[in-house]
């Protein structure tokens, strides 16, 4: 079992920046590929972005690519999203996600991961 907390959600004028992070608890963090997603009011829940988890291999939502940057700290038991230029599309609550990965690989899809944090409220304003 892993338990996911997110924070460093909150309001920001467009073009500003934020950065998400997800905290595990348990002693495998790097057992686990990792990924964040997203749900905007009103839409499904989609796919941002994706790490391994060596952090060797990461991916990314056409949407987000160039503004947005996924990363890990192992040792903290840490992944972190840095979200650059915001534009209000980008207002969503934000999850983490976490599935334990014998293989040096990422996952996009929702159904890959076993485990989820709570999310966090990001607002964009224009």
């Known amino acids: 079992q892993v338990q996911l907390v997110e924070s460093g959600g909150g309001l920001v004028q467009a073009g500003g920046s934020l950065r998400l992070s997800c905290a595990a608890s348990?002693?495998?963090?790097?057992?686990?590929?990792m990924g964040w997603f997203r749900q905007a009011p009103g839409k499904e829940r989609e796919f941002v972005a994706a790490?391994?988890?060596?952090?060797?291999?990461?991916d990314y939502t056409d949407a987000v690519k160039g503004r947005v940057t996924i990363s890990r700290d192992n040792a903290k038991n840490t992944v972190y999203l840095q979200m650059d230029s915001l534009e209000p599309e980008d207002t969503a609550v934000y999850y983490c996600?976490?599935?334990?990965?014998?293989?040096?690989?990422?996952?996009?899809?929702?159904?890959?991961?076993?485990?989820w944090g709570q999310g966090t409220q990001v607002t964009v304003s224009s």
């Open positions: 996600a976490a599935r334990n990965s014998p293989s040096s690989w990422y996952f996009k899809s929702q159904s890959d991961y076993d485990y």
């Open positions: 790490i391994s988890r060596s952090g060797g291999f990461t």
């Open positions: 348990g002693r495998t963090f790097s057992s686990y590929a």
